[in-house]
């Protein structure tokens, strides 16, 4: 069985906050990736800022383990394609073994992958944070429609069923004698048999879940009441201030350098 | 607000709300089976938000790519995130699939599957060169790195990576879609009703 999303049950620092503090700070780190002129600002502000909160919130293990596992095959792609093949006139190469790796190439590779790492970490350490139902309400209670919400959680809470169902669907067809090995273009003529009966299932269930949404008045106007209660206390209204402040300041600061 | 009927509020009604997370599973799932049962060599990642165009219109199609990528992110792999515009872009293109009755012939939806692939491609490509410097880890990094090497720059690697793999995956995933269309009862098809009538 997977599990339905990242969020792991912990007590700690990130997970006291309210999401918007947290989205607002994400926001700011990628900002500063990306506007920041020193070189791997991406990776300091990982080790410097990301590192630190995933361990005041007890995730530091899964946090540093989910990012490797996602970002470890693009860097090293990275490194490979960029170092090796990278267009440009700069010819200073750098030798290891049989292979020459362009210094640009090299330099660009860094540049980026420093960056991915937050881009991918910041949302990654929301996630691990912070429950889904949290987050869908306190952006529910900013303005995002609530359908929106609704869609969110109900898809997150899908994807396991609906997982089971299609395995339960490649048994069934592989019992029928529906070739799942051999040739490209063998495994290619699985694709119907898998795919059709899992849709045209799962549009029959849409139906009876329209009647449950209607029986149940969701479309219905009229203030709705919560269930949780998301705490945002002033402090964490004024970091927010002062987040969307930085960020402004950096990137005024980067286009009046761009002019001079 | 005054107006709005317990049907139908902010353009999203029932079928909708009930339909698209039922979709945004669709693109994770099979996605995912794509690749590990089969193990073929395309991402089939958008039937669902494909489906939902041509059923329910551009609006409820955006919805469902915006969404199921957002979900990658929450779920998988967080690196998914900034491809969420790419998504919404082609649910938007299968909702006017659908208003122009599409689903009826099978070479337009072949059309339709190669003009979205090269719309995709288009507005992947700043993205992956960009923020990923035109890797993703994956099998179609070896195309770049042939691009590149025939003199391409990185940009123009990516999006000529794009522009050979994404048509033919969009091309299969259109036709998938509509031997479903074709297969659907006409009483589903109408409460969907973005689906123009022949």
């Known amino acids: 069985m997977q599990r339905t999303g990242l969020f792991l049950e912990r007590v700690g620092f990130l997970q006291r906050l309210n999401p918007l503090t947290k989205l607002t700070g994400a926001l700011l780190l990628i900002g500063a990736a990306f506007l920041l002129p020193t ?7 990982l080790v410097l800022a990301l590192m630190p909160l995933a361990v005041a919130s007890a995730v530091l293990r899964s946090f540093v383990d989910v990012l490797l596992k996602t970002l470890l095959p693009v860097i090293l792609s990275l490194l490979l394609v960029q170092g090796l093949f990278f267009p440009g006139a700069d010819p200073a190469t750098i030798m290891l073994g049989p292979f020459a790796f362009r210094r640009a190439g090299l330099e660009f590779a860094l540049t980026t992958a420093s960056r991915l790492l937050i881009v991918a970490g910041a ?14 309400q306190a952006l529910t209670e900013r303005g995002m429609p609530r359908s929106i919400g609704y869609i969110l959680l109900v898809a997150l809470q899908l994807i396991p069923a609906m997982s089971e169902r299609a395995a339960g669907v490649a048994e069934a067809q592989r019992a029928r004698g529906l070739e799942t090995e051999g040739g490209l273009l063998q495994r290619a003529r ?25 029986s149940r008045a969701f479309t219905a106007p009229g203030r709705k009441t919560w269930l949780h209660d998301v705490p945002d206390p002033p402090v964490e209204r004024s970091a927010r201030l002062v987040m969307w402040l930085a960020l402004g300041a950096l990137i005024v600061w980067r286009a009046a350098v761009a002019v001079v | 607000m005054a107006t709005s009927t317990t049907s139908q509020r902010g353009g999203l009604n029932s079928t909708a709300l009930a ?38 219109g551009p609006l409820a199609g955006a919805i469902t790519g915006l969404i199921a990528n957002v979900i990658w992110g929450f779920t998988l792999a967080p690196s998914a995130l900034p491809f969420a515009a790419v998504a919404a872009v082609i649910g938007v293109i299968a909702g006017y699939a659908g208003q122009y009755g599409a689903p009826h012939r099978w070479w337009l939806m072949a059309l339709f599957g190669i003009l979205t692939g090269i719309v995709a491609a288009a507005i992947s490509a700043p993205i992956a060169a960009y923020v990923f410097g035109g890797v993703t880890g994956a099998g179609t990094d070896v195309l770049v790195a042939t691009f590149q090497n025939l003199g391409a720059s990185v940009l123009g690697a990516s999006f000529a990576q794009g522009a050979v793999s994404d048509p033919l995956d969009k091309t299969i995933t259109y036709l998938i879609v509509w031997a479903i269309v074709i297969a659907l009862p006409r009483r589903l098809i109408a409460r969907f009703g973005n689906l123009r009538q022949q």
């Not at chain 1, 949302?123 to 869908?136: D, G, R, S």
């Not at chain 1, 694709?191 to 209607?214: H, T």
């Open chain 1, 39 to 45: 070189p791997l600002a991406g990776a300091a502000l």
């Open chain 2, 19 to 56: 339909l698209i997370p039922i979709a945004i599973a669709i693109n994770v799932v099979l996605g995912q089976l794509v690749q590990n049962v089969l193990k073929l060599p395309i991402y089939l990642d958008s039937i669902g938000t494909v489906l939902v165009g041509i059923l329910l």
């Open chain 1, 190 to 214: 699985g694709v119907l048999p898998l795919v059709s009966p899992l849709i045209v299932g799962a549009l029959v269930d849409a139906e009876e879940r329209a009647m449950a949404i209607e």
């Open chain 1, 123 to 136: 949302p990654l350490l929301i996630f691990q944070t912070t429950h889904p139902i949290i987050l869908v």
